[in-house]
């Protein structure tokens, strides 16, 4: 063989190696919680970035509402309570979010957290 063919099959790795953990009836599972866990928290959090709009637009409803913002005005007090039900709905998915987070795998925190929110380790 020459130096490019050798070079070429430094990485190589056979099938049969791959496949190794099946043919000793290993699980191959162990991605698939964190995979699981990585999908529920995009759902969580894209029910929550859901909510929050939801809840932001009946505000913004209920504030717009005609003149004055009291209990006498049933406008303002059908958009208000359409409002503090979205709010709910908001708190609901914060919780949801919070439960997710508790039962990721060791190791996926880091996951659900902003990359800029992360402390910079060098000081």
């Known amino acids: 063989m020459t130096d490019q063919e050798t070079d070429g099959m ?6 049969s190696i791959q ?3 099946l043919e000793h009836g290993e699980s191959t599972g162990s991605v ?3 995979r699981e866990s990585i999908a529920a928290l ?3 959090l894209s029910q929550l970035h859901q909510a929050k709009r939801n809840a932001d637009e009946s505000l913004r409803r209920a504030q717009d509402a005609p003149g004055p913002h009291t209990s006498d005005n049933s406008i303002f007090v059908s958009l208000w309570e359409a409002h503090l039900g979205d709010r709910e ?3 609901s998915a914060m ?7 508790q039962v ?5 925190a880091a996951i659900s957290e902003p ?3 992360r402390k910079n380790s060098t000081g």
């Open 10 to 15: 430094i990485n190589y790795e056979p099938s």
């Open 95 to 101: 919780r949801q979010l919070d439960r997710v987070r």
């Open 32 to 34: 698939n919680p964190v």
């Open 89 to 91: 709905l908001l708190f």
């Open 19 to 21: 496949s190794a953990p």
């Open 42 to 44: 995009d759902a969580s």
């Open 115 to 117: 990359a800029n929110g």
């Open 104 to 108: 990721l795998p060791p190791g996926g």
